[in-house]
């Protein structure tokens, strides 16, 4: 009896440790499963950082049609006048901020150039500023989706860049603003060098937004 007693409690013990890996191996897919999913989870929520489904600049030389809201920044056709810097990579300088879809004012000169790219699998966007000089006022848009199968929450929108001769204005998303699964908005960078500004300098901006799961 004795024998047989420590012989269960071995068989036991090694069922134990067997069910202990198990237990183990499944908290690990879990972990990766969640990190597939877009973070881990916290009291419910998975976070996420944003999807940008694209980015356009007022001043690279060429204008850009958007479905289903047509051409984003009219006037932006790789004109150059008086003095044409860019060729067909960029056009007259933009004077005014744009509203998307409105033809801006515009400078009789083609010195400055803004173009933009996504990042990072399209969480991050960058703005370059190239040959600026006092006064320039390109103008970027972008679209950002909730791709995913859940309400979400813009947490933070980071906008990141270190130049005091810069002003950056930001609208169309604000951060707690609620997308549904599936929804599109679209932003607008506006970006004026100041009069402090040198000319021939070059700029760089960063935007982020991260978005959480919606309790």
Known sequence: MTRKRVIAKGNLGRLGMLSLALVVALAG?????????????SNGQ??????FTWVVSND??????ISPYGDIDPGDDSGGT????WDAQSSDDPSKAQEMGIPCARY???????TVQMSDGQRIITVLVENAYPCYYPTVFFGLKNTQSF???IKSIDISYDMPELTVTFDGITENQVLSTGEEVIGR?????????????TYN?????????KE
């Open 82 to 85: 008086s003095y044409d810097r």
């Open 151 to 153: 309400s979400v929450k």
């Open 29 to 41: 897919m879990g972990v990766g499963y969640a990190q597939m999913q877009g973070g881990l989870q």
């Open 108 to 114: 009789d000169k083609d010195v400055a150039r803004t």
């Open 205 to 213: 901006v960063e935007v982020k937004v991260v978005l959480v799961q």
């Open 60 to 65: 690279d030389g060429e204008v850009t049609n």
């Open 189 to 201: 960078l506006g970006i004026h060098t100041e009069q402090s500004a040198h000319q021939n300098s």
């Open 46 to 51: 998975v976070l996420t950082d944003c999807a």
